[in-house]
């Protein structure tokens, strides 16, 4: 009986949440006022409150309480290759695309072993952040070949890097090989995001192909776990 009280509770808390009863960054009430509120055991309500912070509903904060998370996400779809200037017309709200670094650099090891280059080849290092309603939410770093495309400036960076690769510069873009991760936040990412206590990020990496099977261009995206639900399709062939 005591384990179903908890999923009463749970399914309870997570209505009111989704009928804004309780808004986003709410406190919760105290586990003391739920065990008022629901007449039951301090057990109890931390279960139910464990179970809404698994499934994405809540943030306990050592201290403070537990605060309801935006459950309001943002598709972004695992499977398409598709630009942020793209992805934005489809949103509600206001989207802005700040160019945090712009500059020619050396690769090290690391980007020489992602981009299959040597040390010798220059690399366009593209830092932008996406604020989405007025919160910073996405870092994109873009690490492109200068001997494949050149001319980036801060307004075509700004606007759409795959609109200039394919209207201006006349080269297409085929493929890209997809990998998600869920990694600590890092002092870049805490800089350009505004993360709002969370101590991770999600992290998509994208190696991106030409139609002659060039790889030009890798990528990572770096989302506030809270904002994003990443979505993709698939069929199952017999």
Known sequence: MENSKY???????????????????????????????YDVSRDTIRKALLHLEQNGYIQKIKGKGSFVLDINKFDFQVSGLISFKELASKMAGSVETIVEELEVIKPDKYLQKQLQIGEEDAVWKIVRSRKINGKRIILDKDFILKSVVDGFTKEICQNSIYEYIENVLGLKISFAKKEIVVKSATDEDKKY????????????????????????????????PDKFKFIDF????K
């Open 7 to 37: 999923l009463i509770i749970y399914n309870d808390i997570v209505d009111k949440i989704e009928k804004g009863e309780y808004e986003a960054n709410a406190k919760l009430p105290s586990e003391n006022e739920l065990m008022q509120i």
């Open 193 to 224: 995001l505004d993360l709002d206590g969370f101590a991770v990020v999600v992290v998509v990496k994208n190696y991106v192909y030409l139609d002659d099977m060039t790889l030009f261009q890798y990528t990572e995206s770096r989302h506030r």
């Open 234 to 237: 698939a069929r199952r062939h």
